[in-house]
């Protein structure tokens, strides 16, 4: 095919037919079905070049994601392809994107002072002085902690849903408590209020509300936002969806990028139906399908394609690949849990005698636990491995005690960092912490009103360093990375006394300083350590640079998405197991069950792997489990191969 006339980028040569379709299409709504490995991400980045380069303002177009760097990864590799011009496009995730919108109309949703965004742990530790003022039941029950009261309240926002079907659907044993969780979500929602706190799904409950009850803002974004596009738009809730209709609704121009089939995150009110809704939502939409794979061996898309055919609900699509040869995937039955880890350890070994690294292989199961034996032989054998999970980075307790001492600089009204705050001060307790914070808010000098403040309790030599500390903070000019500084300066003792490894810690909060060094804004620092923190904390092994030896990946399934290795080994294929008992109960449960092992699946290129033990006892259900799982049921030898191991 002959170069385009005019193009200043040979789209032809880059594309192929089905990417090009979804590229060159113009104005209106367009469903991209982007089977996996079938290069999604490029076709993206493409048509943002594409419209760049045609004369669409690059500020006009909006590219919603689910990370940030996804985006702006996105935007770079479209820059590189055009012109600098791409980086003015407006990227981010769905949170940030509803931050920057909220900070610009504050004072037209009612927070006219501002607001601070307060990540899971703080939400949950404000649920917890909720919940413990409340007095529970006097029969002996218990309220649900505060980490699953934090739990039902996101679900209900994020599943557009009424607390109280929450509770009766999905924790059925709180269901006779429902007036008392309804108080305290009332009173959750009002003390955030008082303190101008927005969680993070409150962020999209605010923009939700802006676009629909303010129509004057709502015309001026749809027309700054001329073309909008959403990569996995099959992850996003209904408050999302309604979002992207809202901003698109004067143009419709909208293309949402998506594969129903790897729809896995239900439990964070994901809906897959948006994806299959979306030509109703968008009348006139054209459904592009990407089905080239460029990531597996025909044999493995053989599976993946038998194995996706039978779901209740989805676009029809059929994975294909230019590069052939290979095995088919391999389902090894084992005599155990330990038969199943020898298994592995024993493969591994093969593959890398064979020349396969580490580093290009995976173990992926549903839940950390399964992986427990396995990790033991792997010790034994002395193969290196990393797991992939634990904490989030700023949610290790010395990262929150560091932000919290920026936060009552950002926010003096925030209760709850000024509590983490006073509390690290010897003989400092919550009640005494609550007072100082009420004669400093009494005070209105921001947090520079401890200076000044009277104070009653005992020992007040004590607060002299913290005093010491605002008043260096409130008497320099804004600069994030000194402020960063002078905090780990007066924190560093405290780190010494608190904990044994400190030296380790002392080290995540020196990476911390030199991420503080890239802003300018502490406003902005603050917020983007809530919406898009560092994965991992240095002591978890995981931190930004890759280990430099040479490891194995064990990961659940949903850390592997996204990523790909030359063999993936799945663990636990039990019925049981994979699905899970309980996912039996609930046929969209065990929809998303089968999805979760197609997204697993369709990480491996060469070599693909699953184990079943047998023989293996359930206590839930007094019974043993002894059947493959049934998402292999009636797929051929020819596509899926059966071995046993040992041989029994």
């Not at 890759?546 to 490891?551: I, V």
């Not at 999805?595 to 290129?605: F, K, S």
Request: proline share 5%.
């Amino acid at each position: 095919m002959p170069p385009e006339a005019g193009a200043g980028i040979a789209y032809h040569q880059a594309l192929n037919p089905a990417q090009l379709e979804a590229v060159r299409f113009g104005d209106g709504p367009l469903l991209v079905l982007a089977g996996a490995g079938s290069g999604k991400t490029r076709t993206l980045t493409y048509r943002v070049a594409r419209l760049v380069e045609e004369g669409v303002d690059p500020r006009s177009i909006l590219l919603l994601s689910f990370t940030r760097k996804a985006s702006q990864e996105m935007l770079q590799r479209a820059s590189l392809l055009l012109d600098a011009r791409c980086r003015d496009v407006a990227g981010g995730t769905f949170h940030s994107f509803a931050n920057a919108t909220l900070r610009r109309y504050a004072a037209v949703i009612g927070f006219e002072q501002g607001f601070t965004i307060i990540d899971r742990g703080d939400a949950e530790d404000l649920i917890g002085i909720i919940r413990k003022e409340m007095d529970p039941p006097g029969d002996g029950r218990q309220l649900p902690r505060k980490s699953t009261l934090a739990t039902i309240f996101s679900r209900a926002v994020n599943k557009q849903r009424p607390l109280e079907d929450v509770l009766y659907d999905d924790y059925g044993h709180f269901s006779d408590m429902v007036d008392t969780i309804t108080t305290i979500r009332e009173q959750y929602t009002r003390r955030k209020r008082e303190h101008h706190f927005l969680d993070y799904d409150d962020l999209l409950i605010h923009l939700h509300l802006l676009l629909t009850e303010y129509e004057a803002v709502r015309q001026r974004l749809a027309a700054k936002y001329r073309y909008i596009m959403v990569d996995e738009y099959q992850d996003t809730n209904p408050i999302q969806a309604d979002i992207v209709s809202l901003l698109a609704d004067a143009h419709h121009n909208v293309m949402v990028v998506g594969d129903d089939a790897q729809s896995i995150y239900a439990f964070r009110g994901a809906d897959y139906q948006n994806i299959l809704d979306f030509p109703k939502r968008f009348q006139g939409t054209r459904i592009v399908k990407l089905e080239e794979n460029y990531r597996s061996l025909q044999p493995i898309l053989d599976f993946t394609n038998r194995l996706i055919e039978s779901a209740d609900a989805q676009y029809s699509k059929c994975l294909f690949t230019r590069r052939h040869g290979g095995l088919p995937p391999v389902l090894v039955m084992t005599a155990g849990e330990n038969a199943q880890s020898r298994y592995v350890v024993r493969e591994v070994a093969r593959l890398r005698r064979e020349g396969t690294s580490l580093d290009r292989m995976a173990i992926l199961f549903r839940a950390g636990f399964h992986a427990f034996d396995l990790e033991l032989e792997l010790n034994r054998a002395g193969i290196p491995f990393k797991k992939v999970g634990g904490f989030k980075f700023t949610e290790s307790a010395h990262i929150k005690d560091l932000l919290a001492h920026l936060r009552i600089v950002a926010a003096p009204d925030d209760q709850l960092s000024w509590r983490r705050v006073l509390g690290l001060i010897e003989k400092i307790g919550p009640k005494t912490a609550d007072r100082i914070f009420a004669a400093v808010r009494a005070h209105s000098q921001g947090a520079g009103g401890l200076l000044s403040a009277p104070l009653k309790m005992k020992n007040q030599a004590k607060l002299q360093p913290l005093k010491d500390l605002i008043g260096a903070l409130t008497d320099a000019p804004e600069a994030v990375a000194r402020w960063g500084e002078l905090v780990f300066s007066y924190y560093l003792p405290i780190l010494r006394a608190k904990y044994d490894d400190h030296p380790r810690r002392q080290r995540d909060l020196e990476q911390l300083l030199a991420i503080m060094a890239r802003y300018r804004h502490l406003d902005d620092f603050l917020s983007d350590m809530v919406l898009e923190p560092p994965s991992t904390a240095i002591e978890d092994g995981l931190a930004a640079a890759e280990p430099t030896a040479e490891c194995l990946t064990l990961s659940t399934i949903h850390s592997a998405k996204g990523l790909e290795w030359d063999t993936v080994f799945i663990l636990w294929a039990l019925d049981g197991r994979f699905p899970s008992m309980r996912s039996m109960e609930d046929p969209d449960d065990l929809e998303e069950e089968r999805r979760l092992m197609y997204v697993a699946a369709t990480r491996a290129e060469r070599e693909l792997h699953f184990t079943c033990p047998v023989q293996i006892f359930d206590r839930a259900t007094q019974s043993l489990l002894c059947d493959p799982s049934r998402f292999l049921d009636g797929i051929p030898e020819n596509v899926l191969r059966r071995e046993n191991y040992p041989d029994w």
